[in-house]
């Protein structure tokens, strides 16, 4: 006998029954009553306490459906693993999704097949440094690999949970590869316009400043006699230098352009 | 009190424009110049005088032993009564300004090309200037 519905159920039996009504309440029973006890007071009191507790298990159930969906519709990838065998006791469908594995598929593995090879003794590491410490929160950066073995570079923030008599760990796993490969490729291009800057600063005005002075004595006739000639070639050999410097910040400048073009 | 300029840097073509620059404005007419931090230091370190004024004319960016550590070096013996050492650098750096200006022996820093007109002003600079009143 299924017992459904909105409404809490109170079963009168008499002695002979008692067994089947013990049994019954599992079955959704709220409450029973023995028929050769049965005084008004009785009656009333068990229907008034039956009604109280039928809406509090209620609001402990929605609450229940309401934490379920949150694991369950969280847009980000979630699991729950056993921290003695790393078998996966309950996955999200943002997992299921992201990482190609079928809810069954994820029941039958291990955390570590998830995992570029080299990405193992990471992952025992931080699984040992886990267990020494009780209601221990971690965070950092690991690789997984989905079903296809593409990897991924993910931000792991993992806590301690009891699940049923297991000890285990929840864990939500952020995809960040590309918000890594944007950051990687962004610093490349710091470090060049670094380059830039120290050149503009420190090089180029080098050769400028010296056509500048020599310029300057020329225009003072402060050169000795019948060297013009001489001062004029250091005057020109400093404006190739000069010219070769832009060039070499000018190509430095399309490296960057053509990079962020790219992306 | 006998004068010695020295100009230390490794272009030698602002050696040759400063040495002009200098016989122009009668700052000196026969200074000493080193290629290198290194040439300057070995020349200081055999034949430093307390009785003896040394201006020198620093360039920041050289190769081997650049400016800052000639300084570092010679902070050991030199002393600011009679070592005055005016900072000289084509580039444009605020850091290198700042730097300058912490040194006890540093008087200056300048931007290249240093003129005739600037080595006739430093001929007034309080710290120098009774080395050229005779």
């Known amino acids: 006998m299924a017992l459904k519905g909105n409404v809490p159920i109170i079963a009168l039996t008499g002695y002979s029954d008692l067994n089947f009504a013990t049994r019954s309440i599992s079955s959704g029973l709220s409450d029973y009553l023995i028929k050769e006890d049965l005084t008004p007071t009785?009656?009333?009191?068990?229907v008034v306490y039956n009604i109280e507790r039928y809406r509090y298990i209620k609001t402990i159930k929605e609450s229940e459906r309401r934490y379920s969906d949150l694991f369950q519709l969280s847009p980000i990838p979630m699991w729950v693993y056993d921290i003695e065998t790393l078998r996966f006791l309950d996955v999200n469908q943002s997992a299921i999704r992201h990482y190609g594995y079928s809810k069954e598929e994820f029941?039958?593995?291990?955390?570590m097949e998830i995992r570029p090879e080299e990405e193992i003794a990471k992952l025992e590491e931080?699984?040992?440094n886990s267990k020494e410490?009780?209601?221990?929160?971690f965070e950092g950066e690991f690789r997984h690999k989905n079903k296809s073995g593409r990897e991924m570079i993910v931000d792991i923030r993992s806590n301690p949970i009891n699940y049923g008599d297991r000890k285990a760990e929840v864990v939500l796993a952020h995809d960040i590869t590309e918000r890594v490969l944007h950051e990687r490729t962004i610093e490349k291009q710091n470090e060049k316009l670094k380059d830039i800057a120290w050149i503009q600063s420190h090089v180029v005005r080098a050769p400028l400043a010296r056509m500048m002075g020599l310029i300057k004595l020329l225009t003072d006739h402060a050169?000795?006699?019948?060297?013009?000639?001489?001062y004029l070639q250091h005057i020109l050999n400093s404006a190739y230098e000069l010219d070769e410097?832009?060039?070499?910040?000018a190509g430095k400048t399309r490296q960057i352009k053509d990079k962020s073009e790219i992306e | 009190m006998n004068m010695i300029t020295m100009l230390i840097d490794d272009d030698e073509i602002f050696i040759m424009m400063s040495k002009r620059m200098m016989e122009s404005s009668q700052f000196d007419e026969q200074p000493l110049a080193f290629t290198g931090g290194k040439s300057a230091l070995d020349y200081l370190e055999q034949n430093y005088s307390e009785n003896t004024a040394y201006i020198m004319f620093l360039d920041i960016n050289m190769p081997q032993m650049n400016g800052w550590e000639f300084l570092n070096a010679i902070e050991g013996f030199a002393d600011p009564s009679n070592t005055f050492v005016f900072m000289t650098t084509s580039s444009?750096?605020?850091?290198d300004i700042?730097?300058?200006g912490e040194n006890t022996l540093v008087v200056k820093f300048l931007s290249k090309p240093v003129l005739s007109e600037t080595f006739a002003q430093l001929k007034e600079e309080p710290k120098i200037s009774h080395f050229f009143k005779n």
């Open chain 1, 107 to 111: 029941l039958s593995m291990t955390i």
């Open chain 1, 126 to 128: 931080a699984i040992r």
């Open chain 2, 98 to 100: 700042a730097r300058a």
């Open chain 1, 42 to 46: 009785i009656l009333y009191k068990s």
């Open chain 1, 223 to 230: 050169v000795p006699e019948g060297s013009e000639e001489e």
């Open chain 1, 245 to 249: 410097i832009i060039r070499e910040l």
């Open chain 2, 92 to 95: 444009i750096d605020d850091e």
């Open chain 1, 133 to 137: 410490k009780e209601n221990h929160y």
